[in-house]
């Protein structure tokens, strides 16, 4: 019973950690971001990133939606500029599990069962989405969030809903002090 907690717990702390997004953030400590209030997307930046344009969409509507909830405004003459950029790499994770029983101190040749040895190996695509905000008066970088994590997506839905997450939880430290 107490191998199939443990199981379970393990079980459970692997599927969170793969649907989880690892952020973090970087930003120059003498920038005023109270000063900022409106934002557009600067275009230059987003077309270099290598995606399709309908996840680029996906991002830019979920960022937009994003900084709009913080209070934030899309204009046409803003303050800072907001660019992406993207890149992928494939994972291979290789986990071994080793189980033995048996009774008695040491070698037993009575000993009943054996060792079970399980190896389970996994593939799949990890994801980094950066998000600039880029100051625009002084066109200097003045905040960028990174997020990573898997991207196991099998159709259009799911897709929709991890991008929504990673920029969620990349732009919820922006600005910085407001971490949540």
Known sequence: MKYIKTLLLVSIVILSSCSSVKVATDFDAKVDFNKYKTFAFYKKGIDQAEISDLDKKRILRAIEAELVAKGFSKSENPDMLVSIFTKSRERVNVNQSNFGYGF???????????????????????????????????KELVWQGVGTGALRIQNREKKEIRIKQFVKEIVSRFPPGEEK
């Not at 079970?116 to 950066?130: A, I, M, P, R």
């Open 104 to 138: 008695g101190w040491g070698w037993n040749p009575w000993m009943w069962g054996g060792m079970n040895n399980n190896v389970n190996v996994s593939q799949y695509t990890e994801g980094t989405l950066f998000v600039d905000f880029i100051d625009k008066e002084k």
